[in-house]
């Protein structure tokens, strides 16, 4: 039996590979603070809950849904334009995604093919790059450098590949460097996207999870936008409902058509009772969205605060629910640390390797336990020595 060519780019996902180490230490009766994955643990409101609730007592909504319907559309567009301050046509510009995911690692099949180039982001979410080796193409990267804010410079991007590359990948707020974008850098990207015809598909999951007073915003609130890309935005993370796969496509009226028509020759739309929850989230009452940004901000303030005061020092987050730390100066790279903190404190981090070469020498902590929880990390990683 021979698998495909294009499984020689995937090994088993980091996120496999840390669970395995999870589940070892734990069959060995041993505790394990788990900081890796970024899995919310704040669970929806309790009005996003009871329209799912509702939704999946009626037998009727266990058909087929095949599409988004019209009220999820209409949701949506009503949905950027309150927050955002972007008009949506709801049936042209919107497509529903199984979660942000399933949308990052399909739409370069839309876009791309074979031996084409495609920009990703350096270091970034893996899919970002996956998805693309998924349908054939190239990848070429955009470092984001810790002297420029991790924001990329266009300037940087060779004029060979610029004029080679079909599809370039930007998100911010940034995992996992955490960073934010300033205005300028969008308007920069937009006639840089003009200029070599390429799609920009901005990932926009952290919009909400942004702190210290300061206000995320929309790609697609910049004049021209709609015309070079679209965004995906996601309500895992903004209303707890990550394991529900809840995520948009929304932008250039093509490319959603695009997406839309990919879908429909690969799975049967969103459960109509999640469409529903989703519904409820997006229009309902939004104080749950601003004391799920608040609990995130407390416990970035603890671990980033209670590590420093242990001797490992880190920059508090902006935005998103991660910490980007470099690795102490005694280990040699990202792998090794995170395995010997997991060994000596029970602490689980991703080693930065996972997000692509400049990812190395980093780890990514996510902010997906409670107070206490992190309290007892930084206890821990304080008696164990590591840092000494």
């Known amino acids: 039996m021979k698998l495909s060519n294009r499984m020689d780019h995937f090994g088993a996902g980091i996120f496999t590979a840390l669970l395995a180490v999870k ?107 996956d998805g693309p080796l998924l349908a054939g193409a190239e990848l070429r990267y955009m470092p984001q450098r810790r002297e420029n804010g991790y924001v990329i410079d266009l300037k940087e991007i060779p004029e060979d590949v610029a004029r080679a590359a079909k599809m370039m990948v930007v998100s911010y707020p940034n995992n996992p460097t955490t960073a934010l974008a300033p205005d300028s850098f969008y308007l920069e990207l937009i006639e840089f996207a003009r200029k070599y015809d390429i799609v920009v598909l901005h990932d926009n999951a952290y919009s909400e999870l942004v702190y210290d007073g300061v206000v995320g915003g929309s790609f697609l609130r910049f004049p021209g936008a709609k015309e070079v890309g679209v965004e995906f935005n996601s309500l895992s993370k903004t209303y707890g409902l990550a394991g529900a796969r809840v995520g948009f496509c929304i932008g250039n009226p093509r490319v959603v058509a695009a997406v839309k028509n990919l879908k429909s020759n690969i799975d049967y ?28 901000q407390r416990r970035r303030d603890l671990l980033v605060d209670g590590l420093a005061s242990v001797g490992w020092k880190m920059d508090k987050c902006p935005g998103t629910m991660f910490v980007w730390a470099r690795i102490p100066e005694k280990f040699e790279n990202s792998s090794d640390f995170a395995m010997e903190l997991v060994s000596r404190t029970g602490v689980l981090v991703t080693p930065g390797s996972a997000f692509g070469p400049s990812g190395e020498g980093h780890v990514r902590l996510a902010l997906v336990q409670d107070e206490e929880q992190i309290l007892q990390a930084v206890d821990a990683i304080r008696e164990s020595g590591i840092l000494e």
């Not at 739309?269 to 749950?288: E, H, N, S």
């Open 23 to 129: 589940n070892q230490r734990l069959a060995e009766g041993k505790p394990v603070i788990d900081l890796s994955v970024g899995t919310p643990n704040i669970p929806p409101a309790p009005h996003i809950i009871q329209a799912l609730v509702d939704a999946a007592s009626d037998g009727r909504n266990y058909i087929y849904a095949i599409s988004d319907t019209a009220e999820l559309q209409d949701a949506v567009a009503l949905w950027y334009k309150r927050r955002y301050g972007v008009d949506i046509d709801p049936r042209t510009e919107v497509c529903s995604l199984l979660g942000s995911q399933e949308g990052l690692s399909h739409i370069a099949l839309t876009l791309a093919d074979e031996g084409d180039v495609i920009l990703v982001p350096d270091p970034c979410y893996p899919v970002f790059g």
């Open 269 to 296: 739309g969103m459960f109509l009772p999640i469409q529903k929850a989703a519904i409820a989230a997006i229009t309902g009452d939004q104080a749950c969205v601003a004391a799920t940004r608040a609990a995130y």
